[in-house]
């Protein structure tokens, strides 16, 4: 998708230098105006169409996803994903995946934003207080697990996904994750992704 995008993207400064040369109020302004609008839509599909095929790989392998409820503005990470989903918006990325879901006949489990996926420590739930964003590795103090942030929060994330559809008494998973539900016939262990974002600010005094 980058390279694409990256068309577009230099498409869309050449329209916009020809618009901007173009005299105002004039026919060929109104003209150039509209093909920079174009070149805005066709890199909106692209990205929609990456989405597509994001939540179209991942409903295909999964029977559950799990993923935060986030606070959408000022996502700040810059790995590729977290780009084009922030780009397009993480509301319908997260659309995407649950009416697929949903056609599929699997679930989407949407955690709380307060839960402290990346603070807790996945190994024996020590909480820190604090983990500024652009830490990107910890070690427990408590029990000196070496953590990956983003693996970490993600070991976390999906077991929050897993109590809450324990909790949700659909009978669909238990604690352990196995899944009880055939599929076209098939019992299968269920299998989970967990997509971890995050938001610049969280305000933390709605999460006390
Ligand atoms: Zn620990």
């Not at 503005?73 to 649950?98: C, E, P, Q, Y």
């Not at 307060?114 to 910890?138: A, G, M, N």
Request: glycine letters at 8%; charged letters at 25%.
């Amino acid at each position: 998708m980058a390279g694409l995008l990256w068309r577009y993207q230099k498409k869309l400064a050449v329209k916009q230098r020809i618009a901007a040369r173009k005299h105002k109020g004039s026919n060929r302004r109104q003209k150039a105006h509209k093909t920079v609008a174009r070149v805005y839509e066709q890199i909106s599909n692209v990205r929609q169409d990456y989405l597509h095929k994001l939540s179209r790989k991942i409903v295909a392998h999964n029977q559950v996803v799990v993923v935060e409820n986030l606070n959408l503005k000022g996502m700040v990470r810059n790995h590729k994903l977290a780009k084009a989903i922030s780009d397009t918006g993480w509301g319908t990325f997260v659309n995407f995946l649950s009416y697929k879901l949903e056609r599929s006949g699997g679930k989407l489990v949407e955690i709380n934003r307060c839960f402290p996926s990346s603070k807790l420590c996945s190994h024996c739930h020590y909480q820190i207080p604090e983990l500024p964003l652009d830490v990107r590795t910890w070690i427990c103090p408590s029990c000196g697990t070496h953590h990956d942030r983003d693996g970490n929060a993600a070991v976390n994330i999906r077991a929050e996904g897993i109590r809450m559809l324990s909790c949700s008494g659909t009978g669909e998973a238990n604690a352990n994750g196995e899944d009880v539900r055939p599929i076209r016939g098939r019992k299968s262990k269920m299998r989970q992704s967990s997509v971890k974002l995050e938001a610049h600010t969280v305000p933390s005094g709605l999460c006390g």
